[in-house]
């Protein structure tokens, strides 16, 4: 007899993280200073003017990490690579200590038994592009270019999985549009725009380098993470309203992505503030992909309003979330999101690249830290997804975000995300609840 929400067979279990918010070693061996960095430097920008200086330093502590990882049951691990680390300064002059240290990570991985799931770019531009323009001018995707033809060089011996881009909303539209994000400016809807045509023109480039250097067996895709819109009531109206929704929410990325053009209705409303592209820019960025992998914390609930115009109900202000502000748990999310691009778009596979919950936890006391209210979260998240396994939509794996607390961007320290817990002065590491509870799961490729 088969167990109540059994996953099936292959299904992928893992968990995430990425460069700056563990590594550490800011300025060492060669790296180059990243916009995080100097984000880092400029006070008020990060919350109790924490910076990625030090982090996790799973720079020097990636073998213990990846021990207990192993402990964990972890055997899927999605890690990105610092893009200044292998070129410091954007392009041009590689930086072989950085080349190494990968080496030797994904090296270390494979005989802890870990699957490498590599980010080619989460967030931590060069400096020295930014002060080019950064996402702003059409340089940065020459250099991306570059960058991505080198690390699939590299790597792709053992690396087999590539992710070309992490959430192309946050460092276009959050970083350049006032959203917080690094560097934090406001230059209006017309730059943003531009912003977004480079990043999907950067995604293009390096599904190109997986196919021309990424060998037997290699697989891109684009981890998006799309604003997932839940029906108020699952009656056709609202549903209907929600598909609605999702698409005028998401189709500036996902449309070029899937079918090599942007939606007339975001050029139609972008106006005189409509990017500008060049031919053969969106035949780049359509190159067939593999997978779509979507970071999936939260969602906002639709329902057909007058005339049946899309209407999003906002949020009360007693509705459950976690400590990060804007994470409202809706864990249906994980149902509509896979259903909505395989509806939409066609996407044949799926992997959830991100899901979690960030809390304030308090200290672990004698070893053990009880997060029953992350564990719960993440419980509620994989009923919906095994629904969406039920109904048959294609997906394929989970990584849950994140295996440490880390360094939480502009939150800094004190948002923990981790299912195993960070102390940031001593570099103890202790499984939480969650970790042990996840462990199960992954072993008995079933809720419990
Ligand atoms: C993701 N939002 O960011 C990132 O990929 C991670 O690096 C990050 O640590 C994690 O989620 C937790 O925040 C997001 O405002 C940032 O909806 C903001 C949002 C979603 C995801």
Redesign the pocket.
């Known amino acids: 007899m088969k167990l109540p929400y059994t996953f099936p067979k292959k299904f992928v279990w893992g968990a995430a993280m990425?460069a700056t918010?563990i590594e550490g070693a800011a300025f060492e061996d060669g790296k180059g200073e990243s916009i995080w960095d100097r984000f880092g430097k400029t006070p008020g920008k990060i919350h109790n003017n924490d910076t990625p200086i030090v982090a996790c330093d799973h720079y020097h502590r990636y073998k213990s990490d990846f021990a207990l990882m192993r402990k964990l049951g972890v055997k899927h691990y999605r890690l990105s690579i610092a893009w200044p680390r292998i070129l410091p300064q954007g392009r041009g002059a590689v930086n072989s200590k950085g080349v190494d240290f990968y080496h030797r990570l994904i090296d270390s991985m494979l005989e802890h038994g870990i699957t490498p799931w590599v980010t080619m770019f989460?967030?931590d531009l060069p400096q020295a592009l930014e002060d080019e323009g950064g996402w702003r001018v059409r340089g940065v995707t020459d250099a991306f270019s570059e960058y991505a033809d080198t690390i699939v060089r590299a790597y792709s011996d053992r690396v087999k999985n590539w992710i070309t881009l992490?959430?192309i909303l946050?460092f276009t539209e959050k970083a350049y549009g006032g959203g917080g994000k690094a560097p934090d400016t406001n230059d209006g809807a017309r730059v943003v725009n531009q912003t977004y045509h480079h990043a999907i023109l950067c995604h293009g480039h390096g599904v190109h380098a997986v196919r021309e250097h990424g060998g037997r067996g290699a697989r891109v895709g684009l981890t998006d993470?799309s604003h997932v819109t839940i029906p108020l009531m699952e009656t056709t109206e609202d549903i209907a309203a929600a598909r609605k929704e999702f698409i005028r929410l998401n189709s500036r990325i996902l449309e070029p992505i899937y079918h090599g053009r942007y939606p007339a209705e975001y050029l139609r409303s972008a106006g005189a503030d409509r990017p500008t592209w060049e031919k053969g820019d969106l035949d780049l960025a359509s190159l067939p992909t593999d997978f779509l992998g979507m970071?999936i914390?939260?969602g906002g609930f639709v329902r057909a309003g007058r005339r049946n115009v899309p209407e999003t109900i906002p949020f009360t202000a007693n509705y459950p979330r976690a400590d990060?502000p804007?994470?409202h748990l809706v864990p249906e999310a994980l149902y509509w999101g896979p259903r909505w691009v395989k509806e939409i778009y066609g996407v044949k596979s799926i992997y959830i690249t991100?899901n979690?919950a960030?809390y304030n936890d308090e200290p672990p006391v004698g070893g053990e830290l009880f997060d029953l209210h992350r564990r719960n979260y993440v419980r509620a998240c994989l009923k919906e997804l095994h629904r969406a396994i039920e109904e048959e939509l294609p997906v394929n794996g989970y990584f849950l975000?994140?295996f440490l607390d880390?360094f939480?961007?502009e939150e800094g320290y004190s948002r923990r995300?981790g299912s195993v817990y960070t102390d940031f002065t001593t570099q103890l590491r202790t499984p939480k609840l969650s970790a042990h509870w996840y462990q199960r799961v992954m072993a008995e490729n079933r809720l419990i």
Request: proline share 0%; glycine share 8%; charged share 15%.
């Open positions: 990425a918010q989460h967030w992490n959430e946050c993470n970071n914390y939260t990060a804007w994470l991100e979690g960030g975000w994140s880390n939480e961007w995300f």
